[in-house]
Structures are given as structure tokens and as C-alpha cells.
């Protein structure tokens, strides 16, 4: 009788500890989430003006030698340009980003673990957080929005930073999104490897090497999703898949990434929510717990966003000058 009370006793607290873990992760993935806008804001502060996702900052790099060993490298992600304000000054000038002087810097060569890059709460985060099949590189949970920062084809050595408050932000940057959480391990794993960079994808938050945003989807549409940002999937653009260029976006604004007047969109999806690693759709968003995505805002703050968000008003975070205003759902 006693042990068959114990075992009741069990079974009731196994349940709540799971939710007081469950919880736990979320508030740090939250705290990951403010320190990052905590070292956007202090980036700006030094520079006036944020580091594109994937690019040169804080200057371009026409007419450098790309083959001087820099340090720190001249390349990066957004998340290595703010490694100096999360207390990662060592790793911004490891000697691993120029292979010890030997070769051109860049933030893809880390092997680093960025413990504020990683979420807790991220289904598909294994407990050593690294990319095992790709070159063991520290994984990221976080990833910065293309629509807020640019970078990647055609403006990632050509610019060095674009998007500057407040001028980059006419909607607000409290209502534009900065980061959104997203796994950081996506699709079906195929044991002979034939699926790395098709089917199946490890994000590590210095991979600079792969080219993102919508243009980069027409000219090398797999290798673009190894990035540790998000851009809304532009697979059904005029350039099938993708843009040709960027002012081919331009030209596209009134429908790219949500026709507001019709108020429909083919790019958008809604996120997944917290889906099965191989069901993980490369080019969207998951969600990683059942309550929702937690996204940072330019401004710093940290929202929770339910799953049945509307498009509407997820697209209108996404975009910093779209003229909208966020709806009731948001």
C-alpha cells in the first residue's frame, strides 16, 4: 500500500517538475533574447548603426585585399559583430577566425560554444550544442531578421552596415522584430549525409560562408538556409525561386513578403509549432514551445508570440516600413 502511494505521489510531481524545467528554459531563452538586445543597443551606440546578418562592419570592404589574415575578421554574422558587447571579446579576436594568421578572417571558422545563442528550450538542441555534421561549430537558436538588418547577395562586402535607428525604423523599432527564436537543427537526416544542406541543416551563428536573403534563394537556394538569419521564403519569387537582385525586391515590395491591400500572401507561412526535427521546414519558423516563438524587438523588448498569430501582423513585425500597424492578435 505504501509503495503504491509513493508511486501515485510520483506520477502527480513528475508532471509539475517538467513544468517548473519547462519554464525555467523559457525565462533564460528570454534573458538570451534581452542580452542580445542589449549588445544590438550598444553596438549602435559605438557605430550608429547595426551590422547587416551576414556582411562587412562597420566598413565595406571594396578595394581590400581579401587575402590579408584580418583579425578580427572583416566578415562575419550579425551575432559575431556583437560578440564584444555579450563578454566574448576572446572569441571576436580568437586567432581560430584567421587560422592563426595564416588565411583570410572569418566568422565561419569558429569552433566556439556562445552559451547566449543557444536556447534551452529549443527541441532540436542536442545537450552538447554543436554541429556534429557540420565541422562541430556551436549551434544557434536565435536568428536576426533579414527585413530589419539586410545583408547577405549583393550587400554583404559592398555595405558595411545599413540599418540605423531611427531612420531604418519609420514603424517603430517597438514594433519591429530584431531576433526570432527557430530551431537551430532542421529536417530529415539521411545517415549516408546525402541530405546535409538539402534535406537537413545544423545553423552555427558564424556561419558567414553560406549567403542569405531572398536573392541568394535564386542562385544557391540550399546553401542560403545554413545562415543563422531568417528572411520570409521567397521560393515562389518572380526569379523562381527567389529575386534576381535587389531592386527586383524593390519592385516586388507591395506584395513581398504580404500583399496588405489584398490582404493575402504566397511567401509566408505560419510557424510550426514545436514539430519534429525532420519535419522542420528549413526556409520557416518553429515554434519551441506550445505557447509560442519568443521574438526580441529593436527596441530591446521581448515579446511572446502565440502560435495563431495572424500573417497579417507577423509580416508587419517583420517589416520596419511597411506603414502597418500591428493587429489586436499581436
Same mark, same amino acid.
Given at each position: 500500500m505504501v509503495i503504491a502511494n509513493i508511486a501515485v505521489l510520483i506520477g502527480l510531481l513528475l508532471p509539475a517538475v517538467q513544468k517548473v524545467r519547462e519554464a525555467a528554459a523559457r525565462t533564460q531563452s528570454q534573458n538570451n533574447l534581452k542580452q542580445i538586445g542589449i549588445a544590438l543597443h550598444a553596438c549602435h551606440d559605438t557605430y550608429g548603426k547595426f551590422p547587416l546578418v551576414n556582411g562587412c562592419f562597420p566598413v565595406n570592404s571594396q578595394g581590400t585585399d581579401w587575402g590579408l589574415p584580418s583579425n578580427p575578421s572583416?566578415?562575419?554574422?550579425?551575432q559575431y559583430y556583437l560578440l564584444p558587447y555579450i563578454e566574448q571579446?576572446?572569441?571576436y579576436k580568437s586567432t581560430e577566425i584567421n587560422n592563426n594568421g595564416r588565411d583570410q578572417g572569418n566568422s565561419w571558422r569558429s569552433h566556439a560554444i556562445i552559451k547566449t545563442y543557444w536556447s534551452?528550450?529549443?527541441?532540436?538542441?542536442p545537450a552538447d550544442p554543436v554541429a556534429t555534421n557540420w565541422d562541430n561549430r556551436g549551434l544557434c537558436s536565435?536568428?536576426?531578421?533579414?527585413h530589419a538588418f539586410r545583408g547577405g547577395w549583393d550587400e554583404d562586402w559592398q555595405v558595411g552596415g545599413k540599418a540605423a535607428?531611427?531612420?531604418?525604423?519609420?514603424?517603430?523599432?517597438?514594433?519591429?522584430?530584431a531576433y526570432l527564436e527557430r530551431? !537551430?537543427?532542421?529536417?530529415?537526416?539521411?545517415?549516408?549525409?546525402?541530405g546535409l544542406g538539402s534535406t537537413y541543416y545544423e545553423r552555427v551563428w558564424g556561419e558567414n560562408g553560406q549567403v542569405p536573403n531572398p536573392c541568394a534563394q535564386h542562385y544557391s537556394e540550399s546553401a542560403s538556409f545554413w545562415c543563422p538569419s531568417y528572411w520570409v521564403d521567397a521560393h515562389n519569387g518572380p526569379g523562381g525561386p527567389g529575386f534576381l537582385n535587389l531592386p527586383q525586391i524593390a519592385s516586388f515590395a507591395d506584395t513581398y513578403p504580404y500583399d496588405f491591400v489584398n490582404n493575402v500572401t504566397k511567401y509566408l507561412l505560419p510557424p510550426q509549432v514545436t514539430p519534429r526535427v525532420k519535419d522542420c521546414n528549413r526556409a520557416g519558423l518553429q515554434t519551441f514551445t506550445a505557447g509560442g516563438m519568443q521574438v526580441l524587438m529593436v527596441d530591446g523588448s521581448v515579446k511572446s508570440v502565440a502560435?495563431?498569430?495572424s500573417l497579417r501582423s507577423? !509580416?508587419?513585425a517583420l517589416v520596419p516600413n511597411d506603414g502597418q500597424v500591428l493587429g489586436s492578435d499581436w
Open positions: 572583416r566578415e562575419g554574422t550579425q571579446e576572446a572569441v534551452p528550450s529549443d527541441p532540436s538542441m536565435y536568428f536576426a531578421n533579414w535607428m531611427p531612420r531604418s525604423f519609420p514603424d517603430g523599432t517597438s514594433n519591429t522584430i530551431y !537551430a537543427i532542421c529536417g530529415a537526416f539521411r545517415s549516408d549525409g546525402s502560435p495563431s498569430v507577423l !509580416a508587419a
